[in-house]
């Protein structure tokens, strides 16, 4: 627990409009809408969620030490007369007064971050660079939604010098009202690609999505944005149109503010050699891939842009590590030898493929190893899903992937295009190819596993860590 309070249950009162039930706890030291990792001293927030109703779970909190239960005005009835509650009308929006409270009482630069690919792993590169020159407050995994984030601001401590805040959406009209309550002082779009269409018209119109953050800059906020993407020209007019006061670009592209002039791709690292706001930058990234180089541009001119010192940034860059299910790698023990295994399990849209199969095709493999990957659907892709599926089968052979397996009925598409050579195995889902993945690999092999979240492929990957219990994470990386 921390030794300082995160909120008093006055402020939080005051902040929700809330009504006081029994004895709440003065000191709250977190939040939690989770009563199976609540921690004792935390608040509870008893939201309602797709599959469960946390007012359920109101007794089990209280029980674990939560300080107090947040809970909606209409099931008070169901707690004792002196439980410590405080209540709402809402509990979602109660989390979003208290969110909005928090940021209020911000003297913090804050910095929002979306895009179709490569939200995550820039939001941990700028936790990692940031948190390594002032205290640094971050989205936990990939909480970017409507409850993630009003959760993230309502558990920011008041005295932090950085914030970062991963935002995402699938369809219209999402990313406005959450960046509205973050209020940042710089928004990255990392890229925009053909993710979501089945709610999407085009590319234009994913575009125009994201161009929602612009709404929520601070007056004289900066926007950064990839100027090697299509769609830059239609994002920068967005953000002028916005009365964004700075437009900062990043990329390949010989007119970038942040510009990768040249970059030494390794199995397992990169070495960079970028030019950042004019400043002559040389710095090594510890996770593989153009894409991540990319976007570490982005990452530096943020922090020049928000008071960081600049080589201290590059310098921690090489500490930074892959987010879980976002290319953590482990070595897995086989009995005669070791193997590679490549956790990418935790989304997949045609970009991000791509690119993971790009890291999959410089991995290093030893002996008679081979590069295979594992991969699973990739949804929300409306009618383009078939066409988009089947042409991976071109990154498979560009990048020299030996074999694929795949599993559920679109990337059917991509197992019949592909060459009998290349074939590993299919299934219909990813607990009927386990078997098949698990009796497939072999010393010296570099496994990848890959496909959006519905399909369920950390389910091989958890089943090969069990089948071949072995390293921890390579490179010390977080899991």
């Known amino acids: 627990m921390s030794k300082q309070p995160l909120w008093t249950s ?58 107090l239960a947040v809970v909606e005005t209409a099931q008070r009835g169901k707690f004792a007369a002196d439980a410590p509650l405080l209540v709402v009308d809402d509990v979602l929006d109660g989390l979003r007064d208290l969110g909005r409270a928090a940021r209020a009482r911000l003297d913090a630069k804050v910095i929002a971050v979306t895009g179709s690919v490569g939200k995550t792993s820039t939001k941990e590169a700028l936790r990692g660079v940031l948190g390594s020159q002032g205290e640094t407050h971050a989205s936990v995994a990939s909480f970017n939604n409507h409850w993630g984030v009003p959760l993230t ?44 269409l089945e709610f999407f018209a085009g590319i234009e119109a994913i575009a125009d999505a994201k161009a929602e953050i612009f709404a929520g800059l601070e007056p004289g906020g900066i926007a950064v944005l990839n100027r090697d993407n299509p769609m830059f020209k239609r994002l920068a007019a967005s953000a002028r149109k916005a009365g964004v006061g700075r437009i900062v670009s990043f990329g390949v592209h010989a007119k970038a503010d942040a510009r990768l002039r040249d970059i030494a791709l390794h199995a397992d690292c990169s070495a960079v050699d970028a030019s950042i706001l004019g400043h002559d930058v040389t710095y090594k990234l510890n996770i593989p891939g153009r894409h991540i180089a990319i976007n570490s541009l982005a990452v530096l001119a943020a922090a020049e842009l928000v008071g960081a010192d600049l080589a201290l940034a590059a310098l921690a860059l090489a500490q930074v590590q892959p987010a879980a299910g976002r290319g953590v790698r482990r070595a897995i023990e086989l009995g005669q030898g070791e193997a590679t295994l490549i956790d990418e399990s935790y989304n997949a849209n045609p970009a991000s493929m791509a690119a993971a199969l790009g890291v999959l095709g410089s991995a290093e493999i030893s002996g008679q190893g081979r590069r295979i990957a594992v991969l699973g659907d990739m949804l929300e892709l409306g009618p383009a899903g078939p066409e988009l599926h089947r042409g991976l089968a071109e990154a498979v052979q560009t990048n020299a992937i030996d074999l694929v397996f795949c599993c559920g009925p679109l990337m059917r598409n991509l197992w019949d295009a592909l060459s009998s050579g290349k074939r590993g195995g299919y299934a219909e889902s990813a607990a009927a190819l386990e078997s098949q993945v698990v009796a497939a690999i072999r010393t010296g092999d570099v496994l990848m596993i890959k496909g959006s979240l519905g399909s369920r492929m950390k389910t091989i990957v958890t089943a090969l860590e069990k089948r071949f219990p072995g390293k921890a994470a390579l490179d010390d990386a977080a899991v």
């Open 153 to 196: 601001l309502a558990r920011c401590p008041a005295d932090v010098r950085y914030a970062v805040f991963e935002i995402g959406m699938n369809h219209a009209g999402e990313i406005e009202p959450l960046v509205k309550m973050v209020r940042p002082h710089l928004a990255i779009i990392t890229t925009v690609e053909p993710v979501h």
């Open 10 to 67: 006055e402020a939080m009162v005051e902040a929700m409009h809330a009504a006081i039930n029994g004895t709440p706890a003065r000191d709250v030291f977190g939040i939690s809408i989770d009563s199976r990792t609540l921690a004792p001293g935390d608040a509870y927030f008893a939201i309602k969620g797709d599959v469960h109703d946390g007012h359920a779970f109101v007794e089990a909190a209280l029980k674990a030490g939560a300080a």
